[in-house]
Structure formats: C-alpha cells, structure tokens
C-alpha cells in the first residue's frame, strides 16, 4: 500500500502541476491558443515546463548534493522553506515571462494563481503549520480546469471528475504516508483551490 501511495505522490508532484495544467490548458483552448502545435502554444509550454519543473528540479538537486535538504522528500518544515523561496521566484519569472509576451491572459493568470500559492504556503509552513503541498496543487488544478471548461469548445466534463479522483488518491497517499494531518490535507486543498479561483477572477 506504501509503495502504491509512493508512485501517487510522486506522479502527482506538485512540481508537475503547472505543466500538466498547461499542457491541459493549451489542449482544451484551441479557441484561444490554436493548434497544440502553434507558436504561441509551443511558447507557454515551453516556459512554463523550463522555468516551473526543469530548473525547479535542478535547483533541488543543488540544493541536495550541497547538503542543504536531507533528501527529496524534504519532510522539514525548515528545509521546505530553503526549496520554496527559490521556486516561488522562478513562478514569479515565469508570470513576467508569460505576462510581459502578452499571451493570452489565461496563461500569466494561472502562474499568478501559482505563485500566491506557493508564498502563502510558505507563510503557513512558518508561522502555522505544514501544509499540504500536493492537496494545494490539485486544489489549484481542479480551479484551472473550472475554470477551462466553462470557456472550452470541448465537453470537458470528464476531466473536473478526473481531478476529482486524482486529488482524493494524493491526498489518500499522503495520508497512507504519515507525511500530513488529515486537516493539513483539507487546509491545502481549499487553499489551493481559491488562489487559482481568485487568480482567474482578477
């Protein structure tokens, strides 16, 4: 049960949200974004998996062989802040980024969503409590694809039940895990969920 509660998690990583998110996103919004293949889609995708999953991934690693977390499941609520302060500056980059290339306003809003996420987290982790991570990033994707699917040509009323399923087996695995509270587990989900709603809403 451990083992399968392991692959959940890792597949369902945070640091994969953002790019699966997007790549959803540009999928579902062909009347926005045109081909899966156009410039303009092939652009946001490209940044959002560079700046969000690539060097995010990199920069663990770093932080790994220097010594500063103990591994990468960075359970400590000190170690997490040492890997959230530089991530939460490249989901601000890639906000500039998608924002300042004038994509379509969906796009800079979702990494907005994102990144007030990624600090208030922060904030919770040092002020409060741990938090759930993985719950805030499907609570963020279940807004996303909300939010998609009232804009989309396409039903996509599959993939709200999907996202459904998907955030309770992470959050189940987490708690399999011992890795959070149930409440740390709800905190995130709710939490996740209206940052990304609000982002979408400014």
Known sequence: MKNLAKVISLLLHPIFI????????????????????SAQAV??????????????????????????????????????????????FMFMWTYTVLYKAQTPHITASMMMGCTIALFLSMIINIMIEKISIHAIGMGGMFAMVLFTAGISIYNISWALMLVVLLGGLVGTARLVLQAHQPREVYNGYMLGFLCMAGAMLL
């Open 18 to 37: 953002p790019s699966y998110t997007a790549l959803f996103m540009v999928w579902a919004l062909p009347n926005i974004f045109g081909y899966i293949t």
């Open 43 to 88: 652009f946001v995708i490209r940044t959002i998996v560079f700046y969000t999953l690539l060097y995010p991934l990199f920069i663990v690693f770093l932080m790994k062989k220097l010594g500063f977390i103990d591994n990468y499941n960075i359970a400590d609520r000190k170690q997490r802040i040492l890997v959230f302060i530089p991530m939460a």
